[in-house]
């Protein structure tokens, strides 16, 4: 099955820096990459997600990048605030059901 | 419109002792989903279902039952709990033209 590996596990930034997060998948049959942000408590909400025939999809301050050839793409929170601070998963799928997810970035930004 | 709902939000059981968690959309969703958080593994699903009466195993169905009779519900039942399925655990759907999957606020269960 699709193997899905994201780092860092924690990044702590000064508010108003950028925020990096990487993952990297397996199966190159994977065509869907979503991008989930978990609040304590809350289940995982999509924040922004890309699929294999596109290169970089941007919303607002959220940019998300993929390269199929190396199988990685990045998360990119630009002037990043106190509310950005949670946990992010990437996942990655090819049909759109079985959905295979990285072990999470615990973000906090730092007022 | 409440969307995806999950209940219980919190459970604790026994082991051996048969567990059911509920899950309730709003949206019609075709598609409904199980996914269990840990640490160190982030989610995995457990099992999906793609319409009524039509379900499919994930990446760890073992000990797990499920059944779906109506679209808008999908309940998940352990029936001999074990300490190793204490777990938070989320329910998610998505509807047949899209891959975006919403997700409940979790259901976080103890095994004791």
């Known amino acids: 099955g699709e193997n899905v590996e994201q780092h860092p596990s924690t990044l702590s930034v000064q508010e108003g820096d950028s925020a990096v997060i990487k993952c990297t998948y397996s199966d190159s049959a994977s065509n869907y990459f979503p991008w989930y942000k978990q609040e304590l408590g809350k289940g995982p909400q999509l924040i922004i997600d890309i699929r294999s025939n596109v290169g970089e999809k941007k919303d607002q301050r959220i940019a998300v990048t993929l390269n199929k050839t190396a199988k990685h793409f990045s998360l990119h929170i630009t002037e990043t605030q106190p509310e950005d601070s949670a946990v992010y998963f990437c996942a990655a799928s090819k049909t759109g059901n079985q959905f295979y997810f990285g072990t999470g970035t615990s973000l906090t930004v730092i007022p | 419109d409440a969307g995806i709902t999950q209940s219980p939000r919190y459970k604790i059981t026994e082991t051996g002792r048969q567990v059911t968690l509920m899950c309730h959309q709003t949206w019609s969703h075709s598609y409904m989903f199980w996914y269990r958080q840990d640490l160190g593994h982030g989610l995995r699903l457990i099992y999906y279902?793609?319409?009524?009466?039509?379900?499919d195993k994930g990446e760890v169905p073992d000990g797990y039952v499920v059944s779906r009779s109506k679209t808008e519900n999908f309940p998940l039942t352990l029936e001999s709990a074990t300490r190793s399925q204490t777990s938070v655990y989320f329910c998610?759907?998505?509807?047949?033209?899209?891959?975006?999957?919403?997700f409940g606020p979790g259901t976080r269960l103890l095994v004791l």
């Open positions: 998610a759907s998505r509807n047949g033209f899209q891959e975006t999957q919403y």
């Open positions: 279902s793609a319409a009524a009466d039509i379900t």
